[in-house]
């Protein structure tokens, strides 16, 4: 229920439109392959500045593709559930199909919230987390 209020308050306040849909020219290989080596370097971005098409693209595939996926073939997986919706695992190739993209929609997501810490922490720790958590940002 989070996952869908959060996808409705954000469609419907322009979020995903606003920080998320990339603009035109951003989806170019070299605009891609030079935010790529600024993050190799671990350069850090201005305070205050908007995602980079790489956090972009992440956060859209994370939470238009991988989160559905996972509640999709968890479902497909529940044999009380597919009782009353069998076409929930017919949708996935059944339940062995529901299964593996089950594992490796876990894999990714883990993979996700491994390299998201490190970002954080390599961003600075203390200022990121107030800042998530009680919203005040530190000026240096």
């Known amino acids: 229920m989070t996952g869908l209020v959060y996808v409705l308050h954000g469609w419907r ?4 439109r606003r920080n998320l849909f990339p603009e035109k020219g951003e989806l170019s290989v070299g605009a891609l392959m030079d935010v790529l080596k600024k993050h190799l370097r671990f350069e850090r971005p201005a305070e205050g500045a908007p995602y ?19 509640v999709w073939t968890g479902l ?7 009782a009353g919706f069998p076409f929930v695992v017919d949708w996935v190739g059944g339940f ?14 883990a993979l996700f919230l491994v390299a998201h810490i490190a970002m954080i922490i390599l961003a600075g720790f203390k200022s990121r987390m107030r800042a998530m958590t009680v919203g005040v940002k530190e000026t240096v």
Do not use: C, D, K, W
């Open 13 to 16: 306040a322009g979020h995903f």
């Open 52 to 70: 980079n098409i790489l956090q972009r693209l992440t956060y859209l595939i994370v939470v238009f593709g991988l989160v559905p996926a996972m």
């Open 76 to 82: 497909a997986m529940s044999p009380s559930f597919t």
């Open 96 to 109: 062995e199909s529901a299964r593996t993209i089950h594992f490796f929609v876990t894999v990714a997501l």
